[in-house]
């Protein structure tokens, strides 16, 4: 019980900057860290599997290392309605990630990316901004790392193109991550989305615990949503090539 407590003592309370090798490793494979960025040449896998309010969503984005500050992505989502006729896919997403700020390049070790991308072919019978075709976005996550865990937030702005369902939304995302061990971790995000049609406006608060296996992790999480009082929950794999 002691260890247990200490362990979650050192991860919020970390051990300074993250600069020994071995950190720098750890760092490396965590890629449910939310200032993560793959390295040179690295694929990544993340199959996402969850369920809310009746529905079944099925995900999968591969990104892809250009060099040690871009990383471009593509994902698609099919979600499986069991309470109506929202069946279908989600518009395909090509985006990336360019870090313009690294920890060594300013004194308050803050690390920061810029984020861009575009949404098209979703389901019309899906009535969700994640669906809707002719979407773009872009946004920009700041935060900061330590060796026994990571705080970070993200601000994005998508604006969508539909005769039906054209509107903007911009969504805050404060994230807190703790690297309890070696092998667990734990985190907790809130997100506020906030949009032109107040029908989509959402506040999210969730939690997830992930475990480590070499270059693989798995993710379980469950989120709650008070705009509409549901839970949601997921498992999350990824794999790293």
Avoid: C
Avoid at 39 to 56: A, F, H, K, P, Q
Avoid at 91 to 116: C, E, K, P, Q, W
Avoid at 164 to 184: K, L
């Amino acid at each position: 019980m002691r260890k247990f407590l200490y362990a979650i003592l050192v991860a919020v309370v970390g051990v300074g900057p993250i600069s020994a090798a071995h950190a720098t490793d750890v760092l490396a494979r965590d890629t449910s860290d939310p200032l993560y960025l793959q390295g040179i040449n690295e694929v990544l896998s993340r199959t996402t599997l969850t369920y809310w309010d009746n529905v079944l969503r099925l995900g999968e984005t591969l990104s892809y290392g250009i060099n040690n500050r871009l990383t471009i992505a593509a994902n698609v989502h099919f979600q499986q309605d069991f309470d109506g006729s929202e069946d279908g896919f989600s518009a395909v997403d090509f985006g990336g990630i360019y870090r313009v700020g690294t920890a060594s390049g300013n004194s308050a070790r803050i690390i920061s990316d810029v984020l861009f991308g575009l949404k098209f072919g979703g389901s019309s019978h899906v009535r969700t901004p994640y669906f809707a075709d002719s979407t773009y976005y872009a946004g920009y996550r700041f935060g900061r790392q330590w060796t026994g865990m990571t705080l970070a937030a993200t601000i994005k702005s998508s604006w969508i193109f539909d005769d039906a369902r054209g509107m903007a939304y911009i969504d805050f995302v404060p994230e807190a991550y703790f690297r309890i061990t070696e092998d667990w971790r734990l985190g907790a995000e809130f997100t506020l989305r906030k949009a032109t049609n107040p029908h989509y406006n959402q506040e999210w608060l969730g939690g997830k615990i992930v475990r480590q296996y070499g270059r693989t992790q798995y993710a379980g999480h469950l989120d709650y949503e008070f705009e509409s009082d549901e839970l949601q929950v997921g498992l999350d794999v990824n794999i790293l090539f």
